[in-house]
C-alpha cells in the first residue's frame, strides 16, 4: 500500500512516499521511524508522527441527464 506524505523540506510542499518503516525504542516507549523519498528528490527518516498527510484528491460525480454540446 503506497503512503503518501508532505515533504518535510521546508519549502519544497511537494509529495513524498514511505519507502521503508521501523521501530525505534525509548524511554519514553516505541517510537515508530519511516524513510521517505519526495518527487523532488529529498530524502528524510523522520519519527512518523512528525509527517503530515495528503488528502486524497477526489473527483467529482459526473451530472446525469446533463449533455454537452
Not at 519549502?11 to 521517505?36: F, M, N, Y
Request: glycine share 10%; hydrophobic share 35%; proline share 12%.
Amino acid at each position: 500500500m503506497e503512503h503518501i506524505v508532505s515533504c518535510p523540506q521546508p519549502g519544497c510542499g511537494a509529495h513524498a512516499e514511505i519507502v521503508d518503516r521501523w521501530v525505534w525504542q525509548s524511554t519514553q516507549g516505541p517510537v515508530d521511524h519511516v524513510k521517505l523519498w519526495c518527487a523532488n528528490g529529498h530524502g528524510f527518516t523522520p519519527a512518523l508522527d512528525t509527517l503530515t498527510t495528503q488528502p486524497t484528491p477526489t473527483l467529482p460525480e459526473p451530472a446525469v441527464g446533463v449533455t454537452v454540446g
